[in-house]
């Protein structure tokens, strides 16, 4: 992982800070069933409200960062974000979201997860990180099995108005450091 500033870069990809230029893409997915795929709702936010948290500094802050994850060629292909929790700063939570379906099963959401789960480990010396997903989403589930999460509970939730069931997934400090998926990989 190379960490300049604002910016991650992998491989193939860049996990870099959104700029006021991504705000109209932003805007263009959230109202995108397309874009959210299957297994999220889209939470129809306005272009103003995104400028609006923008401007208040609220995709970037100590507690949460939001991430455009981009091809090294400079092409969007989503977002990536993590937040901590409020009940403690140890533990953070981390959700993306591959927005270009013609970009999905290609290894990228694996891969952005896996340099972001690294930032948030070595960089920020969390103690965990969970992810949710859906209950059907079994591409993420063998995906976040791969990442060394393990399954923490299963729930019921509302995702911007729908009812869901899912799991929620959690990889300890400990699994991380032990885990040989991010002992060796390639920048």
């Known amino acids: 992982m190379t960490l300049f500033g604002d910016q ?3 491989k193939r990809l860049v996990l870099r800070r959104i700029q006021e230029e991504d705000l ?3 805007a263009r997915w959230s109202n995108s069933q397309e874009a959210h ?3 999220l709702s889209p939470d129809k936010q306005s272009l103003q409200h995104f400028r609006d948290q923008h401007t ?7 507690h949460s960062k939001y991430f455009i994850i981009q091809h090294k060629n400079g092409a969007p292909l989503g977002t990536i974000h993590y937040w901590l929790r409020n009940e403690t700063n140890s533990i953070g939570v981390m959700a993306i979201k591959i ?6 099963r290609k290894g990228f959401g694996t891969e952005a997860q896996k340099f972001l789960i690294m930032f948030l480990f070595q960089r920020l010396r969390l103690d965990a990180v969970d992810m949710y997903t859906d209950i059907n989403n079994v591409a993420q589930q063998r995906c976040l099995q791969k990442l060394g999460f393990e399954v923490l509970d299963s729930l019921s ?3 911007h108005k729908v009812h ?3 799991f929620l997934y959690r990889l300890h400090r400990k699994s991380f450091f032990e885990h040989p998926i991010y002992q060796h990989h390639y920048e």
């Not at 208040?56 to 100590?62: N, Q, R, T, V, Y």
């Not at 927005?99 to 999905?104: D, F, G, I, L």
């Open 8 to 10: 991650i870069f992998t």
């Open 24 to 26: 109209a893409n932003l």
């Open 37 to 39: 795929g299957p297994y």
């Open 56 to 62: 208040a500094g609220s995709l970037w802050c100590d």
């Open 99 to 104: 927005a270009c379906p013609e970009e999905r």
């Open 157 to 159: 939730y509302a995702d």
């Open 164 to 166: 869901r069931q899912g």
